[in-house]
């Protein structure tokens, strides 16, 4: 378990060498480990919505041909959108 002076002192974190002690709070590793970080929620977010767009093409691609007509589409269209990969926009 690491201690608050080798945090401080850890190598492999930028801006931790020369850190003035007295300025840092006191860091507590298991509270850490438990608070999502900014990548990880960007990350999640990226994840939900190529979900999102994977499952919108394959509803697409499951309607029929006067379905898509009422919202606008044609077949060509459709499959334009139906074969795109789900990072595409």
Known sequence: MCT???FIDHPLLPGT?????????SWD????LFRPSL???RLWKTM???QERASSRHHLATRGDRELADIGLSRLNAE???YK???RT
């Open 17 to 25: 060498l020369g850190v003035d002690r007295t300025q840092v709070r």
């Open 29 to 32: 590793p298991a509270a850490a």
């Open 80 to 82: 334009r959108e139906i």
């Open 48 to 50: 939900l919505t190529w």
């Open 85 to 87: 990969s789900f990072w």
């Open 39 to 41: 990548w990880m929620r």
């Open 4 to 6: 608050q002076q080798q």
